[in-house]
Every structure is written in C-alpha cells, then in structure tokens.
C-alpha cells in the first residue's frame, strides 16, 4: 500500500530525492510522515505533512535541510533531501497516519511502507 523509492549513495553535501506512493485509501485524508532507522538505533521521526499539504513538522536534525511534500492527485509524498551528511545515513520508510494533522508519534501511523536505503558518503 506503501512504496517508496529513490534511495541510493550520494556524497555528504549532495542531495536526494524519495518518493512515496500509496494507495488511495491509505492516502486520502490522512497525514503522512518519513522515519528513518539505523542498524541498533530506534527508528526517528524525519518529517510529516497534513492531509492538506498546509502543515509541516520536521526533526531538529533536518530542519532547513529536508523539505517534504505531497501531490493528493497522484497519491504521493515526497521527501526532498539536500545539503546531505554522513549522519543522514538510514533506511528511510513513509508511513500514513491515521489523523488527518501531523505528528511524529510513530504509533500513530497505521500504515507502513518497505524503506529505501540512503547511504551518504564522507
């Protein structure tokens, strides 16, 4: 219900592009929010976007950095990388909440996608 994609290896100070599309029931009307894990690490709230595209949340660690996005006519979200560090490295999933307002509370996401892997080299 959940694909993203556009993960890969960058160079720190590069940037990416992820992709997230769902299906319609798991997108319409809900927020949707990127995490990001590492090996040995909980997984961590990167960002979240209302239903309406009109509120946004962020990390503190990717603030000015990551901008996310969404397109409600093709059912996708986006997660606009830049000005990438090592640190950045994970594997990135989208999820869809089942509130219609942001959160970083991954317990309120109902719906998971299979992550993309972003490796940013020193």
């Known amino acids: 219900q959940l694909q993203a994609s556009g993960g890969g290896l960058v160079q720190a100070g590069g940037s990416l592009r992820l992709s997230c599309a769902a299906s319609?029931?798991?997108?319409?009307?809900?927020?949707m929010g990127w995490f990001r894990q590492t090996p040995g690490k909980e997984r961590e709230f990167v960002a979240a976007i209302s239903w309406s595209g009109g509120s946004t949340s962020y990390a503190d660690s990717v603030k000015g950095r990551f901008t996310i996005s969404r397109d409600n006519a093709k059912n996708t979200v986006y997660l606009q990388m830049n000005s990438l560090k090592p640190e950045d490295t994970a594997v990135y999933s989208c999820?869809?909440?089942?509130?219609?307002?942001?959160?970083?509370?991954?317990?309120?996401?109902?719906?998971w996608g299979q992550g993309t892997l972003v490796t940013v080299s020193s």
């Open positions: 319609l029931r798991t997108f319409s009307n809900n927020a």
């Open positions: 999820a869809a909440s089942t509130y219609a307002s942001v959160s970083y509370d991954s317990t309120l996401y109902r719906y």
